[in-house]
């Protein structure tokens, strides 16, 4: 286009050569358009296909069948010390009554292995639930009343229909008594399907009707109480010293390296530095949630930091000359202006981290939270578990019931994880203020 | 005593020196012949600060010292025949030891051992006493010896604000420390290794088999040699990646294009923090989605058209890792979209270029940088990720660029070498620590690259 003269169009010329490109520019837009489109439905799309898997099988997983059976709560047989005492309701023979009750309901069917399978039917866990609801109402001791048990994790699955009775006996998990009884069982409707209280208070299993999240859960509140206590008195004066105090110098830059550096390493290599140092080193106990909420402060921590740092940034300066101006220190200043100012910021920063902290799995699989624990923690130096690492244990069974299981459990976990980034966007609009 | 009751009755000194200086200073200033240098509460901090600072410094350093001193001073106990132990053995007769400590019976160990483990609990017994008595000690005489200076000439508040200088300076430390501790325990375990497994094997290897000294090699009957080729892993490290970022790239950038320039504020405000949610979903869910879902539907898909799909292929990691890392691809791209100037797209408009049109040829141009250094970090992200691989990728170290084939990462070795009980000596173990070496090189590296290229090719504006 140098040579306007030999080159030039007439205007007719020009609107002619630009009509003529005008419908391919036009369906060129269109199909750009159109695969922006196309890249957020796919997302989205992901998104659903992601939720779906998981409430499909975790709304049914929140629910088991339970039986009720008429159990004769027998004193001498349940209570043979007669002191109600925890020791002597265990040396009791709550088992017997409750196949007593179970083949009562069943019409009392004879031989071995029509006892044999009806044993199969119920929870191998249903001897302690009987002792616990002994235990919790000994007032009833002696009658002979209605007690809820659930179901074995077979005939749970068969229920749901995950075990087709159609197939070859032979390929079955169960066998004919086994559903002959449950039809029986159906049939006089003692089965029910309610919300399953083994899935929130039970404890680690490898039985999946008995399995339950209470101990991780646990264990997640206590490692995530560590963390923020570390990571936020932290993450808070490391703001303020490199927001406020700092002189801008090679020490003050390395520091900010440092913490962008951090921000970029992999997760799984504090687990490693947690394992190096806390467990090998310091030689302090593997699997408990003091450890995990250490590593885990330190890998939020400059999550934390950049956004305190931001926070204190918005602080706008006038604010300082004005407390300056009537003569408050620098750090009056600091702690009854800016800190207070800063705060639903820091705040804001703090429970993203904490949210980052408590999905987080590997690096508290390096350190052991891994471990088959039963008994739930009960304070940070007791061994225990996490919700996300729990998950990642049941993954691993092979069990049908397992799938459904793990899937509540991230119901759990995903709820959890909404309340806390909820809170925080609601903290963010309730308390921010723009300057 | 244990640690935390012993902080409790330290923060109890602390509050009692408070109470004294403060009421100290009350005394002085309502007899009106004094006047005060600072606030009275000043006087009560900087007693109470004094009182428990260092103690529970002290606290700390003691509670962590205490192993590491009996694991030297417990040598003494060694058999002559034994006194210059490699770390290996050292360490299996140091767990002989806390065996008998915590009351473990294992066999009939050896009466040298016996007695080391009495010696041990005997050790810990007196310092818990000893620790305590300092700390208590400590923390008395420090109040005290503040208590003993507050006069109402004594500059408290400047006294105080120093020691809160010097606290929120030693917390900012923290970040050097945990660099420094991430470099050094991985440095000196990698340093091991390579003492046993040369260098340009491990970096130049072919095959990936360790295993435990000794171990036999799986159904030939012979004693099978450990390998630590790292090549198998770092190419399905790059598979999954590249199956990942063919999926996060194209859709993470086209989403941030659409909402950038096309959307109206409603649709985007309804997906811009759905996309969110994908970035907030943990990982550990991804990675059972991937093994439950993707990875049969996969399987299908490619067997309904007649290929072979391993049941832990490549391709189903790096699906879902690819819709994980979607979010973190469009917010950043979504950025530096916006940091265009309206000004440059005015002037596209204003010589007749369609939407598309100012899009390709102006505005990708003007983010190009922001949009490379984006998916550097993406790329960052999916080499570091860990739980979607562990539970959907497998663990059979393959060297394959076939997406549909079973392949293993860096980071899924690292956790099932590490996961567990590991004997802490052998070249297996110790290789974990040499691959996240690598992983944090390469991580920082692409870190450092991105950055770079932000730096040096980002158009300034204004």
Request: with cysteine.
């Amino acid at each position: 286009m140098t040579n306007l003269t030999a080159g030039a169009l007439s205007p007719k010329e020009a609107i002619d050569r630009v009509a003529a490109t005008l419908r391919r520019r036009r369906s060129a837009e269109f199909r750009f358009r159109f695969w922006g489109q196309a890249a957020i439905g796919l997302a989205l799309g992901f998104l659903v296909l992601l939720f779906g898997a998981i409430f499909s099988n975790g709304i049914p997983g929140l629910f088991q069948h339970y039986v009720v059976l008429d159990v004769e709560l027998n004193k001498q047989r349940l209570d043979p010390q007669g002191d109600m005492s925890v020791n002597s309701l265990y040396a009791g023979d709550a088992e017997a009554l409750i196949r007593e009750g179970l083949l009562a309901a069943l019409d009392n069917p004879t031989g071995r292995s029509n006892t044999r399978a009806a044993r199969g039917i119920i929870s191998s866990g249903s001897a302690q639930r009987l002792v616990d609801f002994v235990y919790a109402n000994p007032d009833l001791m002696g009658q002979t009343v209605p007690v809820k048990f659930a179901l074995d994790d077979d005939i749970d699955s068969f229920l749901r229909g995950f075990i087709d009775r159609n197939t070859p006996e032979a390929d079955r998990r169960i066998n004919d008594t086994v559903i002959q009884f449950v039809d029986k069982l159906m049939a006089s409707e003692r089965v029910s399907y309610e919300v399953s209280d083994y899935l929130f208070f039970g404890s680690a299993s490898r039985d999946a009707e008995m399995a339950g999240i209470r101990g991780a859960f646990i264990g997640s509140i206590l490692t995530l109480f560590i963390c923020v206590l570390i990571s936020f008195p932290l993450g808070v004066a490391t703001a303020v010293y490199l927001e406020e105090i700092a002189p801008k110098n090679r020490f003050t830059e390395i520091i900010e390296i440092n913490i962008n550096n951090l921000a970029a390493v992999p997760s799984v290599v504090f687990g490693i530095m947690g394992l190096a140092v806390f467990i090998v080193l310091f030689g302090m106990p593997r699997s408990i949630p003091l450890v995990g909420g250490i590593v885990l402060a330190l890998m939020t921590l400059p999550t934390i930091i950049i956004s305190s740092r931001a926070a204190i940034r918005s602080v706008p300066p006038s604010i300082r000359d004005a407390a300056l101006g009537v003569g408050a220190s620098k750090m009056q200043t600091i702690f009854h202006h800016v800190i207070p100012l800063a705060m639903p910021g820091m705040l804001t920063g703090t429970i993203i981290g904490m949210a980052q902290a408590l999905g987080e799995t590997a690096p508290l699989l390096m350190i052991g939270m891994v471990a088959f624990i039963v008994d739930v923690p009960g304070g940070v130096m007791d061994p225990g578990t996490v919700l996300p690492v729990q998950i990642f244990m049941w993954a691993d069974f092979a069990e049908r019931m397992f799938v459904q299981k793990t899937s509540a459990a991230i119901i759990v976990l995903l709820a959890f994880l909404i309340v806390m980034n909820a809170s925080a966007i609601w903290l963010r609009k309730k308390l921010e203020r723009r300057w | 005593m244990s640690m935390s009751s012993l902080a409790l009755i330290v923060l109890v000194i602390g509050a009692g020196y408070f109470y004294l200086a403060q009421r100290a200073v009350l005394l002085l200033r309502s007899t009106g012949q004094h006047r005060l240098h600072s606030l009275p509460h000043y006087y009560g901090y900087w007693a109470a600060a004094v009182a428990v600072l260092p103690a529970l410094l002290l606290l700390l350093i003691l509670s962590i010292a205490d192993d590491i001193v009996f694991k030297i001073m417990v040598r003494d106990f060694y058999p002559p025949d034994q006194q210059n132990l490699d770390s290996v053995s050292e360490a299996i007769v140091l767990a002989k030891i806390m065996n008998v400590v915590k009351g473990i019976q294992f066999g009939s160990p050896d009466a040298w051992v016996i007695a080391a483990g009495e010696a041990w609990i005997q050790w810990t017994e007196t310092s818990r006493q000893l620790i305590s008595v300092i700390v208590i000690g400590v923390s008395l005489l420090g109040g005290l010896f503040a208590y003993r200076k507050v006069s109402p000439e004594f500059r408290s508040r400047n006294a105080v604000e120093r020691i809160i200088l010097w606290v929120l300076g030693l917390s900012s430390t923290v970040a050097i420390l945990t660099t420094i501790g991430i470099v050094l325990s991985v440095l000196f375990e990698s340093i091991r290794f390579f003492k046993l497994v040369p260098p340009t094997e491990f970096i130049f290897g072919l095959t990936w088999n360790p295993q435990f000294e000794g171990a036999e090699r799986a159904g030939s009957g012979q004693m099978g040699l450990a390998t630590y080729g790292m090549v198998p892993l770092f190419v399905g490290t790059l598979l999954i990646s590249v199956v990942a970022l063919t999926v996060a790239v194209p859709v993470g950038l086209f989403a941030a294009i659409y909402l950038a320039e096309y959307a109206n504020n409603t649709v985007r405000g309804v997906v811009k923090p759905l996309l969110e949610i994908l970035a907030g979903v943990p990982t550990v869910v991804y990675g059972f989605f991937a093994a439950l879902t993707v990875a049969p539907l996969v399987r299908g898909a490619g067997e309904s058209i007649g290929l072979t799909v391993a049941s832990e292929s490549a391709m189903a990691a790096g699906l879902v890792m690819g819709v994980m890392i979607i979010p973190f691809v469009s917010s950043l791209s979504d950025d530096v979209i916006n940091a265009v100037p309206q000004s440059l797209r005015d002037a596209a408009y204003g010589l007749g270029s369609t939407k598309s049109e100012t899009v390709r040829q102006v505005i990708l141009p003007a983010a190009l940088p922001g949009i490379v250094a984006a998916v550097i970090l993406a790329v960052s992200r999916a080499i570091g990720e860990t739980m979607i691989v562990v539970m959907a990728a497998g663990l059979a170290a393959n060297l394959s660029f076939n997406p549909l084939d079973a392949v293993t990462t860096v980071t899924s070795q690292i956790v099932t070498i590490l996961v567990g009980d590991q004997e802490f000596e052998s070249a297996k173990t110790l290789a974990a620590f040499a691959l996240a070496l690598m992983l944090i090189i390469i991580t920082l590296g692409l870190n450092f690259f991105a950055l770079q290229i932000v730096k040096k090719y980002r158009e300034q504006y204004d």
